[in-house]
């Protein structure tokens, strides 16, 4: 599927797909005459490289040639300042409760006329990478931020031959409705003094994410850190994605072919830190075959439960991969990173978080060899990963409504670091609906499409936890081990207790005992929790996330079976 470009005159106009006041607004100054178009990523390549304050390392980039640099690429390195890190709080979403639009388009169009005394770069990519789903999208950013630029067309798809070719022949989104994602972008804005722009409408008066996604628009101002432009792209795609029949997945796939040549497709869920990246490139010890969709994100067709990435690289954290790691020969480029001189006098980058935290890369899709942009076979299972000191390593949840609304409530623990008002429970869980903090939609919208997969498409759903069960940590070989049991078939799921929706896999080491009165009281608390959230959401920004009453009724129903 294809989005919108270009529209004949009798399309275009007020009240018409593909115009608004935003999207205009956002559209308009990529057509100025300071506008520079960037067509390939080697064009790419040059900017950043010769952009003032680039670091270019000794380090090759491994095999670019195979897509799109010269032989001769190097990693690039560029630090951010003091920002490493996405800023929440700049978000505003068009259509929920409160988000003054006409007061936030007056701040863009103020920012827009300040570019005109800037060159501007224009660059395009792909979001998706099947025939299936595919989006266009348009990035305009101005000089001096050529990092981002390049960073952004590695991240997408940028538009080699093959791509160019695979999209022209997709069908259109929508029907023809759904228009390219335009993304304008200022990084250098400091606010805006001028008579008529009220800043109030902001949280930080120089910082703002301002996303329009019912009309593939976003813009993202006084924000240096490339990850805001990364998450910003693709949270314009799931909200596409979203309307189009599609459930919006910030997690990872892979496919599992067993030796009597059946498959098995397995999808995890998880927050930062869970797991998930390390579970979707489990080998396995070469046990099966195994492929990989994404660590990250994708999209999964709730009719036919095929499965699209929508990114070829991976944006990974390099405090996992130290200095002289070998996994490091795949990257691509670095933010937020320290160097220094090895002893032939060559750049090399020092990988761990001594600069700052949450130092970043991105890497190449050949790190994983086992990739694939699609998998047709439908999604088998859905693994929802927590840290939930009260669950067992795994169990299994029987119906729809329930396992869509524990991925709804999906939940860790507080980190040891934060620091937490008088009185609060440190023990408290924190929700994440479904691990995708990006959502521009309704909560209820994703809340039926998994529905609808466990339901009406016999998709198994289970939850997993990854970090302690009642002090004890579940080791990595124990969630492995679970997830072969699952996939083989082996494992033996039985009624968990008094609970009539819920099976439990007996692990060693890891029983839970519902007799011992302060387990009960603890598993009890974390899932009064949920229920407090669901009614939350009947309450908060006006109901606009909203769950319907089945989700309620489902996890009530576990609170009251284990009185």
């Known amino acids: 599927m294809s989005t919108k470009a270009y529209y004949p005159i009798h399309e275009i106009g007020k009240d018409k797909p593909g115009f608004s006041a935003t999207r205009s607004i956002i559209e308009t100054p990529f057509y100025g005459n300071n506008v520079v178009k960037v067509n390939t990523l080697r064009e790419a390549y040059e900017l950043a490289l010769n952009s003032p304050g680039t670091i270019v390392t000794d380090m090759p980039v491994y095999r670019g040639e195979e897509f799109g640099l010269d032989r001769e690429a190097k990693v690039l390195l560029f630090n951010d300042g003091a920002i490493s890190g996405r800023y929440a709080a700049a978000r505003r979403i068009a259509g929920e409760p409160g988000v003054d639009c006409k007061a936030l388009d007056r701040v863009i169009m103020d920012a827009v006329y300040e570019t005109r005394w800037k060159t501007m770069y224009h660059a395009e990519v792909y979001v998706g990478l099947d025939s299936e789903f595919m989006a266009k999208a348009h990035l305009l950013i101005p000089e001096g931020e050529e990092n981002i630029l390049y960073n952004w067309m590695l991240n997408f798809q940028y538009m080699s031959d093959e791509y160019v070719r695979m999209y022209h022949g997709s069908k259109p989104i929508g029907e023809g409705k759904e228009p390219d994602i335009y993304l304008f972008s200022d990084p250098q804005w400091n606010g805006s003094d001028r008579p008529g722009v009220d800043l109030s409408c902001l949280s930080d008066p120089k910082c703002l994410c301002y996303f329009n996604t019912e009309q593939n628009c976003a813009a993202i101002l006084g924000m240096r850190y490339f990850g805001e432009h990364k998450k910003g792209t693709l949270t314009m795609a799931w909200a596409l994605a979203n309307r189009n029949g599609y459930a919006s997945c910030h997690g990872g796939q892979k496919k599992y072919t067993l030796n009597d040549g059946t498959s098995y497709v397995a999808s995890v869920f998880g927050l930062s830190g869970s797991g998930k990246s390390t579970l979707t490139h489990a080998k396995h010890g070469g046990k099966y075959g195994v492929t990989v969709l994404h660590d990250d994100a994708f999209v999964i067709n709730t009719d036919t439960c095929a499965s699209v990435a929508l990114e070829p690289t991976y944006f990974d954290k390099t405090q996992d991969y130290p200095t002289g790691c070998e996994d490091n020969k795949y990257l691509l480029t670095v933010q937020n990173c320290a160097c220094t001189l090895d002893e032939h006098g060559k750049i090399q980058l020092v990988t761990e978080d001594i600069r700052n935290g949450n130092g970043r890369a991105i890497k190449s899709k050949i790190w994983s060899p086992n990739r694939v942009d699609k998998i047709e076979e439908p999604v088998n299972a859905i693994f929802w990963i927590m840290k939930d000191p009260t669950l067992p390593p795994v169990v299994k949840l ?59 498409k016999n998709v198994d759903c289970y939850i997993v936890n990854t970090g302690e069960f009642m002090g004890k940590k579940v080791q990595p070989k124990d969630t492995l081990g679970i997830l072969e049991a699952i996939v083989d078939g082996t494992g033996e799921f039985k009624q968990w207790g008094p609970f009539s929706d819920i099976e439990i896999l007996e692990w060693e080491g890891f029983v839970p005992d519902l007799d011992d009165e302060y387990y009960r009281e603890q598993l009890k608390a974390r899932m009064k929790e949920r229920v407090s959230f669901v009614e939350k959401t009947a309450v908060l920004k006006e109901g606009y996330d909203k769950l319907p009453e089945d989700a309620l009724a489902a996890i009530q129903k576990v609170v009251f079976e284990l009185k």
């Open 398 to 456: 029987k119906g729809a409504s329930l396992a869509s609304v524990m991925g709804a409530t999906l939940a860790t623990k507080r980190s040891s670091a934060e620091r937490l008002a008088a009185g609060a429970d440190p023990n408290a869980l924190v929700v994440v609906p479904y691990a995708n903090s990006f959502r521009t939609y309704p909560l209820a919208n994703d809340y039926e499409k998994f529905k609808k997969l466990v339901e009406e």
